[in-house]
């Protein structure tokens, strides 16, 4: 029986070891369809199986001298697809996880963000309540809370009795909760 020069792998396969390019591509022709179709069954992405088709034929022809196939050149191929499309995949796991992390940092720092706006829209909110005290009770407001002085040493230092520094204080704080109260209602009905 007569066997045709091209039919048998190991033939072919040796063949394109010297360089021959026709032997090369008749194993192209032979195996492109059947290995995309392998190939893009497991990815379900035409494109990646092409390139990673188009990829191991490079690599054949490419390595073919130093080339080592020791079952079939079917079995080498399909292997090499198995090995294309774990590689693929687990370099879109990587791009997946890197995108997901990437996401999750941005909506990090857009909430620190937008916590930080916030509670400086706050704090000026509260220093524009407590500018508009009375100047002395403000006066008397602002170092005991900001500079932390006592009440005792804040009747020293601003020549009032200890008693005027409570009612000021006390005075003070009735005010901030009544406007900062309503304020805060109104923040927290508007999604501030």
């Known amino acids: 029986m007569y066997r045709s020069p091209f039919t048998d792998e190991k033939d072919l396969l040796n063949k394109v070891q010297n360089g021959d390019r026709l032997a090369f591509e008749i194993i192209y022709h032979r195996y492109k369809g059947l290995l995309y179709v392998h190939a893009s069954r497991h990815l379900r992405n035409q494109e990646e199986a092409k390139d990673i088709v188009h990829d191991i034929f490079s690599n054949l022809w490419q390595n073919r001298t130093t080339l080592y196939i020791q079952d079939s050149l079917t079995a080498y191929l399909y292997q090499a697809v198995r090995n294309g499309v774990i590689n693929q995949q687990l370099k879109s796991q990587r791009a997946d996880e890197y995108i997901n992390s990437l996401q999750g940092f941005?909506?990090?720092?857009?909430?620190?963000?937008?916590?930080?706006?916030?509670?400086?829209?706050?704090?000026?909110?509260?220093?524009?309540?407590?500018?508009?005290?009375?100047?002395?009770?403000?006066?008397?407001?602002?170092?005991?809370?900001?500079?932390?002085?006592?009440?005792?040493?804040?009747?020293e230092q601003l020549h009032i009795s200890e008693q005027s520094v409570r009612s000021h204080v006390k005075g003070a704080l009735k005010i901030l909760r009544l406007r900062l109260g309503l304020l805060f209602i109104l923040l927290y009905f508007t999604g501030f």
């Open 106 to 155: 941005i909506e990090h720092v857009q909430m620190d963000t937008d916590h930080r706006v916030r509670e400086k829209m706050l704090m000026e909110l509260i220093e524009q309540e407590i500018a508009s005290l009375p100047p002395k009770m403000r006066s008397v407001f602002e170092l005991s809370r900001k500079e932390g002085l006592s009440h005792k040493e804040i009747a």
